[in-house]
């Protein structure tokens, strides 16, 4: 008898850091499509997505050399950056998508929202303060770690190191994103609080992704919050503006990709 794929059905997740990686990623890049940056794609079905004056750029990189899908930096010269942002391919795409929509948001307003740096103010995600080094959700499931101390430009642009090291996830699933020393402040506010948003998300799973998810996390969705409908509406108005170059190829099949490596341990980052 020919094998037959069981056909995914959906479920909520909750909290939304257990959610994974969406298939279709197209909602995450269409906030800088809207504000004007231009989409181009490689041979390979990377895509890049870059601002009119080539100052902030995304890179989308389903085929790229290691286990981290986004790249997103800028800079004041188009080829020096100032500032790394990078999410690893199990970071929900909601939270991609909630750091893209602040730095559209921040381009739009010109270089000193989304280049100027600053110290970050005193953060309370998820309403728990560990110490001024950690901060940790009450479930201890998501963490922020600050490296302290003179850190080489250079480095942090490679990746060999990071200012903000942000973890998700039980042991098996975790996922990992970072961020630099020059990352504006109200940036760095925004990829905290998405990372530590307990809210639920959709996904469409089939019973063996299911059975991976920790017990209590997935439930049949009910009918959507007031909320939740005007966040597909909004993104439904956004996906019918993105141009076709964009759309084509931010499909994030996993099933045409090898399972995903575990990340790579660099020197002077705890992984």
Not at 43 to 63: I, K, M, Q, S, W
Not at 114 to 120: I, S
Not at 143 to 152: A, E, K
Request: no cysteine; glycine share 4%.
């Amino acid at each position: 008898m020919p094998y037959i794929s069981e056909k995914p059905r959906e479920y909520r997740v909750q909290p939304r850091y257990f959610a994974d990686t969406k298939v279709d990623v197209t909602e995450a890049i269409t906030p800088l499509v809207k504000a004007g940056w231009a989409a181009t794609n490689d041979d390979l079905g990377n895509t890049y997505v870059t601002a009119p004056d080539l100052t902030a750029r995304l890179a989308f990189l389903p085929e790229g050399p290691d286990s981290t899908l986004w790249k997103i930096s800028a800079g004041p010269e188009p080829t020096v950056p100032q500032w790394l942002v990078t999410f690893d391919d199990r970071v929900p795409t909601e939270i991609v998508q909630d750091f893209t929509t602040a730095l559209a948001d921040a381009y739009t307003r010109g270089p000193d929202a989304y280049l100027g740096a600053g110290r970050p103010a005193p953060h309370r995600a998820a309403g728990q303060w560990v110490d001024p080094v950690v901060l940790q959700s009450p479930d201890q499931l998501v963490t922020r770690s600050t490296r302290p101390g003179f850190l080489r430009h250079v480095e942090e642009m490679d990746e060999t190191t990071e200012r903000w090291l942000f973890e998700a996830g039980p042991p098996e699933r975790r996922w990992y994103a970072s961020a630099s020393s020059h990352l504006p402040a109200p940036l760095l506010d925004t990829l905290t609080t998405a990372a530590f948003d307990p809210s639920p998300v959709h996904r469409y799973l089939r019973r063996d992704q299911l059975a991976r998810l920790p017990e209590g996390t997935v439930a049949a969705p009910t009918a959507p919050s007031p909320l939740e409908v005007a966040r597909v509406r909004a993104a439904t108005s956004r996906s019918l503006s993105v141009p076709q170059a964009a759309t084509s190829v931010l499909a994030h099949t996993t099933s045409t990709r090898p399972p995903a490596l575990p990340k790579p341990v660099l020197a002077g980052r705890a992984r």
